[in-house]
Nanobody, 121 residues
Framework: VQLQASGGGLVQAGDSLRLSCVVS????????MAWFRQAPGKEREFVSR????????DYADSVKGRFTISRDAAKKTVYLQMSGLKPEDTAVYYC???????????????WGQGTQVTVSS
């Protein structure tokens, strides 16, 4: 399984970005796709997740109403549409996959390389 994340960049507060995560080698252990983020000096934190089969979505309280996760099965790609970005959203964003519906990063088995999102005030 390989994950390739992209779409980060430098934006101003209030702007939007869309992150993409392309997955190769889908298996039964890749049902859950999630985005996490990690700011300097902080632990990796859950942002959002979606299941391939059911399309069930969940969000961290800090991004509800601003971020939208989606999937395109034909393209084997998961997206994170981020709107109303705030400086506190600045972090490296990682996509991960695993079999467990969870917010705990240690239970995700494969990770992409991360993409930097920087929001200026």
């Amino acid at each position: 399984v390989q994950l390739q994340a992209s779409g980060g960049g430098l934006v101003q507060a209030g702007d939007s970005l869309r992150l993409s995560c392309v997955v190769s080698g889908l298996t039964v252990r890749t049902n859950v796709m999630a985005w996490f983020r990690q700011a300097p000096g902080k632990e990796r934190e859950f942002v959002s997740r979606i299941t391939w089969r059911e399309g069930k979505k969940d969000y961290a309280d800090s991004v509800k109403g601003r971020f939208t996760i989606s999937r395109d099965a034909a393209k084997k790609t998961v997206y994170l549409q981020m709107s109303g970005l705030k400086p506190e959203d600045t972090a490296v964003y990682y996509c991960g996959t695993g079999p467990v519906v969870t917010t705990r990063p240690e239970l995700f088995e494969e990770w992409g390389q991360g993409t930097q999102v920087t929001v200026s005030s």
